[in-house]
């Protein structure tokens, strides 16, 4: 009676794991197609840090690669930055595995953080910059034309309200760029996937996910307050966060204020009607503020 209880259940969870890694390698290969990622003959550097985001992105390029219609190759790059207690058999162990090119690069960055940053400080800046400058060095060195990263959609829109926060900055994260020291692309293939999917996905693949022990203790992060307002709104108005990250790509400079973007100083009135004037925003329907309705309605 089990197995026949379990059976439909068994199908229905086969079917909802086939759509999940159908969106996953279509909005990989779309992001990567939408920002000219990858291209013939490249040699792409990805970065794997033993967390979900980083293994999903491998994973997937390693299956996009067999049936992709340009010829590239992988690499994969884990920085060991020696934080005690860091078991480094697992990565070695699991790329292997998987039958992909791999470097191990070894830098004790955790006692440089530890020793330059105050107790109770948050470590994330310093400790990102070390490792972005090793990164870049390392893809030189293994002659990488291009470095993936795995950062996903929700880290690029937790990055633009972070900027703004925190900032005052219009800044987001971008899905290509060129790097720092101007001598690599930097690209996030996985600009188009939600974190929730990517949990589902390192849950069903059973990744060997190694927690970041350096600052997972720093529950006051501003990132992770970010995210936390984030998921907040997603509960509570479905759509928005699909919405909010789709704007991104819908920037109106004429409607900001930035006048490095638009020329505001030399307007002229040209007595021809503009498709992108104020008139544009007014289409979308809204629904009238509480107190109005009542007014609307006559009710009191």
Not at 159 to 167: A, C, Q, V
């Amino acid at each position: 009676m089990s197995a026949v209880l379990d059976s439909p259940l068994k199908e229905r969870l086969s079917v909802e794991l086939t759509k999940l890694s159908k969106r996953l390698h279509r909005q990989v290969g779309q992001a990567v197609v939408d920002f000219n990622m990858i291209e013939e003959g490249d040699k792409v550097m990805v970065c794997v840090s033993g967390g979900k985001d980083s293994y999903a992105l491998l994973d997937i390029l390693i299956s996009l690669r067999a049936r992709a219609p340009i010829d590239f190759t992988l690499v994969a790059v884990n920085l060991d930055q020696k934080q005690p207690g860091f078991p480094d058999h697992v990565l070695p162990e699991y790329l292997a595995r998987q039958g992909v090119p791999f470097h191990i690069e070894n830098q004790d960055t955790y006692s440089i953080v530890k020793r330059v940053i105050p107790e109770g400080k948050t470590m994330c800046s310093l400790c990102s910059r070390l490792r972005r400058g090793i990164l870049y060095r390392v893809a030189g060195e293994l002659g990488a034309t291009k470095i993936a990263l795995g950062h996903h959609r929700d880290d690029m829109l937790q990055t633009l309200f972070m900027n703004m926060f925190f900032g005052a900055t219009l800044k987001g994260m971008p899905a290509k760029l060129v790097s720092d020291d101007g001598r690599n692309i930097v690209i996030r293939p996985l600009a188009y996937v939600s974190e929730t999917d990517l949990e589902r996905w390192a849950a069903h693949r059973a990744f060997p996910i190694i927690p970041c022990t350096l600052c997972g203790s720093q529950d006051n992060l501003q990132r992770v307050q970010t995210q936390q307002m984030l998921r907040d709104w997603d509960r509570r108005f479905p759509g928005r966060i699909e919405n909010m990250f789709n704007a991104m790509g819908n920037v109106v400079p004429s409607h900001l204020m930035d006048r490095n973007l638009y020329p505001f100083a030399s307007l002229k009135a040209t007595g021809v009607a503009d498709g992108a004037g104020d008139h544009a925003f007014d289409d979308e329907p809204c629904a009238p503020p509480a107190s109005a309705a009542f007014m609307i309605h006559g009710e009191t």
